[in-house]
């Protein structure tokens, strides 16, 4: 046999290669959205309407309407993920349903967004008759980030010691007792990483808002949950895609606005659970 | 009273946690309402192997094999580029970096995972498809290839953080063992290491795939809209998934189009939740 | 007679944890039980303030009562305050000193600020703490040491007013002078309290308990007066662990 040594140097060589063929581009688009978009980056940009189909003119309701959606998304993805993820740590039994359930979510992780697309259209656009409109698109999106939100709160939840509900009970306190007083508040910096992962994601999903909210151009702001709107990802999309001569660095700077929103959610997200994880008292 | 309040609250709780299974059987079910509609008007085998989309002409031609050979090449190709490199990479990772680099490489791979598909789309569509293009010297840089390489991109960091989580937990022992006889360390990733995460690394690649199959935005951004049957890769197709999102905009609700494109979700839900499944099974498996 | 126990079987799935116990404990007495690992000592002090039912695949059969109400038919919560446990390894809640103490007081509802404060004090004047705590009240019990720490544990036991408390090996981790301290505390607190005290310590046991009862592998194997089972035991098997020929 060859030298082993030199086998190992080979291949060595290979899988850094592999690595490093993943990692560099990752650097590149960034360093290249930062480069072409920050030329357009301007007060005005972030805060003007739109104006000759995007050729000229800000963001500022596309910005709007992705901060709508998100909220509402959080704000139906949350409380029921959160208790969702409270029975599957505290109340489920190892059984068949917990199986299913946990199967559940592993696929509505899975399914692609357009599906959610199609289905928010199917639900809250046509059978419920919400039409196309921020409350039918922050639905679908909430749908969609459930299983994010449900699997890092259930991890939250789990890494509190075990101990410290057996101690509770022998107190007297009820099991609800033990897990709002006890677990919930120590599993808040997972709970909170979960959430914002959530927003990130949902903040940059174009193809559930495809049906269900999104517009191109709309003369003004949302006036309520019932209007379309626009959003940063659609019109992105439009704009490289339908609108002809668009200036480059307009595309640009709504990529690396789009971009900046979402990496500095994430960011956020792995503060916290850094410093949480340093800060544990147990 | 506080009894009363407790008893309402753990039956909120236990809702919520069937409140996952509620939502999957809710999409099954929405799909299916308007999908099927299809099936009385052409049957699912002229639906599935007709090789003719042309939804909006006189009289309507709803084969959708081109877009599921569409999707098939595109994957394909995603998948002979990712599985190498990603394997290769979660090897490097969980093996052989040395520790402050492997942080480094890890919130690389997890940028990445958060780019939106939408701006790695636009991206692509602005450096990759004029490259092909030049490269090969094509009409148009709009290609399966192209939208293969992308979409590969775009499935490394399941791919890799799964691998290696697969590889992580392997037993270290067996490691151990090897390199006590003797062995190179390359010699105990590939032998030893490798063979026992392998359930867990094959369930990684299948996730990737499904990431892949279900990827709608960047695809439509760079394959092109060609709904033909591929006969190389170096050309325009059209995915199940870029069907959806681009047609759906202009198909008349109650439409036959409508229904179509419907039941295009159908078979798109049905691919993500087998593969879903299975992977499921292999990550236990192991355990 | 406080504690009444008959016939009393524990399964852990196919593990046959303790059988058929049956045995008294007196009021205001302290029983210390021993007996090497896995004879069922931990199983039987934990289905007192039913523990055990928190485990997956657990069954008992036999009755358990406390004066004469059979522990099954009492509501839980109440039982687990009648019946306080105090752990093998000092386990402070994540919260302050003074949180701490106040938790399962607080959990039981009705009680005003000033009277928690005051519950406080006194159960932590009873497990001789409070001197060397009170200035420091709303600091984490984690700044605690080892001995400190388990001796809250106690006040935050006695806070809730038991009538029993159930000691799990309480100085397993702790030096000897924390020890002693927590002993003393022990024999303070039977005028008040009907205490258990299980233990790997056997001279910690002589030296603490009225009554020592013998566990081996699931048996109640001899219960008597203490300097009984120590000088002139029935069964040879209690002699030969007293002796140290296993263990």
Known sequence: ?282 | ?287 | MKISVRDLNIWFGEIHSLKNLSMDVQTNEILSIIGPARSGKTTFLRELNRLNELERNVKASGSVTIDRSNIKKINTESLRRRVGMVFALPLPLPLSISDNVAYGAKMCGGKSKAKLKQIVEQALKKAYLWDEVKDRLETSAFKLSGGQQQRLCIARTLAVEPEVILFDEPCSGLDPISTAKVEEAMLKLKNDYTIILVTNNVKQAARVGDRTAFFLSGELVELDKTDRIFTTPRDQRTDDYIRGKFG
Request: proline share 5%; with cysteine.
């Open chain 1, 1 to 282: 046999m060859r030298n082993p040594q030199r086998t190992e140097k080979i291949a060595f060589f290979f899988l850094l290669l592999a690595t490093l063929l993943i990692v560099v581009p990752v650097g590149l688009i960034i360093v290249v959205i930062i480069q072409k978009g920050a030329p357009a980056i301007n007060w005005q940009f972030l805060t003007d309407m739109p104006r000759q189909g995007m050729r000229a003119g800000g963001i500022f309701p596309a910005i709007v309407g992705t901060i709508y959606l998100v909220s509402g998304a959080i704000l139906f993805a949350l409380p029921i993920g959160l208790l969702a993820a409270v029975y599957l740590s505290e109340y489920a039994k190892d059984n068949f349903l917990t199986r299913i359930i946990k199967l559940a979510i592993v696929n509505l992780a899975g399914v692609p967004s357009v599906v959610y697309g199609l289905f928010g259209l199917a639900l809250f656009v046509v059978f419920f008759k919400f039409g196309a409109s921020i409350l039918s698109g922050a639905l679908t999106l909430g749908i969609m980030i459930l299983p994010i939100i449900i699997t890092a709160s259930r991890e939250a939840l789990e890494s509190v010691p075990y101990s410290f509900r057996e101690v509770s009970l022998s107190l007297g306190a009820s099991k609800w007792q033990t897990i709002r007083n006890i677990v919930l508040p120590n599993a808040i910096p997972g709970i909170l990483t979960g959430t914002i992962l959530g927003l990130g994601r949902a903040a940059g999903e174009t193809a559930p808002i495809l049906f269900t909210v999104a517009a191109f151009y709309l003369p003004q702001l949302p006036q309520s949950i019932f209007n379309q709107a626009m959003a940063l990802p659609y019109h992105l999309y439009v704009i490289s895609t339908q609108v002809p001569n668009v200036d480059e660095k307009i595309r640009y700077g709504t990529a690396l606005v789009l971009l900046a929103l979402v990496l500095f959610m994430n960011l956020i997200a792995i503060i916290i659970r850094y410093r949480f994880r340093k800060k544990k008292k147990w």
């Open chain 2, 1 to 287: 009273m506080r009894k009363v309040k407790e008893f309402i609250i753990e039956k909120l709780i236990l809702l919520c946690g069937l409140a996952s299974i509620f939502f999957v059987l809710l999409i099954f079910l929405f799909l299916l309402k308007e999908g099927l509609s299809l099936f009385k008007i052409i049957s699912p085998f002229k639906f599935l192997l007709g090789d003719k989309w042309y939804p909006i002409s006189e009289p309507a031609r709803l084969g959708i094999l081109p877009l599921i050979l569409g999707s098939v090449v595109v994957t394909v190709g995603a998948a002979v580029i990712s599985i190498p490199i990603g394997v290769g990479a979660a090897l490097y990772i969980a093996e052989v970096a040395p520790l402050k680099l492997k942080e480094v490489l890890k919130a690389g791979i997890e940028l990445l995972a958060a780019i939106p598909s939408v701006v790695l789309g636009f991206i692509g569509m602005v450096t990759l498809v004029p490259w092909v293009k030049t490269l090969f010297k094509l009409p148009t840089g709009l290609t399966a290839l192209s939208g293969s390489i992308m979409l590969a991109f775009m499935a490394m960091p399941t791919i890799v953080s799964i691998a290696e989580d697969a590889l992580y937990s392997a037993p270290k022992t067996y490691k151990e063992g090897a390199l006590a006889l003797g062995a190179t360390r390359w010699q105990a990733i590939w032998r030893v290491m490798l063979p026992a995460a392998s359930s867990g690394i094959l369930a990684a690649v299948m996730l990737g795939i499904g990431r892949v199959i279900g990827e709608t935005m960047a695809v439509m951004m760079i394959t092109g809209n060609a709904a033909v049957i591929p006969t190389s890769i170096l050309q325009p197709v059209r995915t199940l998934t870029a069907t959806i999102a681009a047609e759906m905009g202009e198909a008349v609700v109650g439409s036959e189009h409508y229904f179509a494109l419907f039941a295009i979700g159908i078979v798109l839900f049905a691919i993500s939740f087998a593969i879903n499944v299975t992977a499921d099974m292999f990550l236990h498996k192991r355990r």
